[in-house]
């Protein structure tokens, strides 16, 4: 199941990256980076839109995010 968690995460942030994104990441004040992770795993997870891996909604998984408190941008 890990393996299969972190193979999740990692496609849906090389889809991220491929996508051009120039937010820098995804900041929020406190939060460790395996917080990070976690929250980040669960919006990939939320925002799946098929049973394909790596097939992400991006408007989704933004809100996600933001909806966790989190800032897309350069960290500060």
């Known amino acids: 199941m890990h393996r299969l968690a972190a193979l999740i995460v990692l ?3 090389g889809l ?4 051009g994104s120039t937010s820098g990441g995804w900041t929020k ?3 460790t980076e395996e917080g990070l992770g976690q929250d980040t795993l669960s ?3 939320d925002a799946r839109t098929g049973p394909r891996v790596g097939m992400i909604d991006q408007d ?3 809100r996600c995010m933001a909806d ?3 800032v897309a941008g350069p960290a500060k």
């Open 60 to 62: 989704r998984y933004r």
């Open 29 to 31: 004040p406190g939060m």
């Open 43 to 45: 919006c990939l997870t």
């Open 11 to 13: 496609m849906g942030l």
């Open 16 to 19: 991220l990256a491929g996508c």
């Open 68 to 70: 966790r408190g989190y």
